[in-house]
């Protein structure tokens, strides 16, 4: 795979020294601009006081970038052009020189080629409700069943079907380790009335139980779920009402595919008056936060 590096990311690869990727299409398509780029601006900060190179991942003009120049993070922005480039499209996206943000699955296949071990999202994608009649279930989920590595996010995006979600991670065989929780978190909330069997607190057990995963033969990523400061946190019986009218909209206006997702987001912005923004930066900069720690304790151990 031919990567083009930040000078950062290459100086910490080439040292060992810690480093976080983060994905682009929350950027693109989760937050509407230019809450966006203070929000990317401020992740990337966020890591380098924490003395973590921040990655960031998009392809650029069919180029795959880890780690982006302040023009490119604007462009990723602002841009109305960007797609939306999972897994199976960035052969495609490459090919036909494409600009476009990662989700979570291309992000992870990505880190896991250029040599990254942690990743920090906002809510990973997941099994739609009503995907016994859409069969919409997200990407995200195979990927981490495929692709050894941590991930950190608060839970599941909560317009999703969290229960049948939290199922078929389980039979996918991916571990998700609930960070100072044994509830899985619900994107938005704290809990989400699923319980979770495994959990730790400091990062250094965290890691401990990755190399264990990894020494043992196993594959998959590791979920780490970290729940939203309850500060920021809306409640769960707060949000159905206006999830519930997004998702009667999109149903009407036939919204389907990897728009579901955006549309959603974007329509639960409008119902809350933007509480839910403000949600979800807190919550992805906490997860940016938790995994700056645990690649620092990964960044400790030879490679
Ligand atoms: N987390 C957020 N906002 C987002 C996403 C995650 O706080 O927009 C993105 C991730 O890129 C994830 C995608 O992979 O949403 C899920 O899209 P889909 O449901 O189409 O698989
Ligand atoms: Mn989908």
């Not at 599941?156 to 996918?172: F, R």
Request: hydrophobic share 45%; glycine share 8%; net charge positive.
């Amino acid at each position: 795979m031919n990567i083009k590096f930040s000078k950062p990311v290459k100086i910490a690869l080439e040292n060992s020294a810690p480093i976080l990727a983060l994905e682009s299409t929350i950027i693109a398509h989760g937050m509407p601009y230019p809450d966006n780029l203070i929000f990317a601006e401020g992740a990337e900060s966020l890591c380098k006081k924490l003395g973590v190179a921040p990655a960031t991942i998009a392809i650029i003009k069919g180029e795959i970038c880890v780690g982006l120049s302040k023009n490119q993070l604007t462009l990723i922005a602002k841009n109305k052009n960007v797609k939306k480039i999972a897994r199976h499209e960035i052969g495609f996206a490459i090919s036909q020189k494409w600009t476009g943000a990662t989700t979570v699955s291309s992000t992870m296949h990505i880190a896991k080629q250029a040599g990254i071990s942690v990743f920090a999202t906002g809510g990973i994608g997941g099994v739609h409700r009503g995907s016994e009649y859409s069969f919409d279930v997200s990407q995200d989920l195979i990927a981490l069943s495929q692709i050894p590595m941590i991930v950190v996010s608060a839970g599941a995006k909560a317009i999703l079907d969290i229960p049948k979600t939290v199922e078929l991670l389980e039979t996918l065989g991916v571990p998700i380790l609930g960070y100072k929780t044994k509830n899985f978190p619900a994107f938005y909330s704290r809990v989400s009335g699923v319980s979770l069997t495994l959990e730790l607190k400091k990062p250094q057990d965290i890691v401990a139980f990755y190399f264990s995963h990894l020494k043992n033969g196993l594959s998959s990523a590791i979920l780490l779920a970290n729940p939203v400061p309850k500060p920021n946190e809306i409640l769960a019986k707060k949000m159905e009402d206006s999830i519930n009218v997004a998702i009667e909209k999109a149903k009407n206006l036939g919204v389907k595919g990897k728009q579901l997702t955006p549309f959603l987001l974007e329509q639960i912005r409008n119902e809350t008056k933007g509480k839910s923004l403000k949600t979800n930066r807190v919550l992805a900069l906490n997860n940016i936060n938790l995994g700056a720690r645990v690649a620092l304790e990964v960044s400790k151990k030879p490679r």
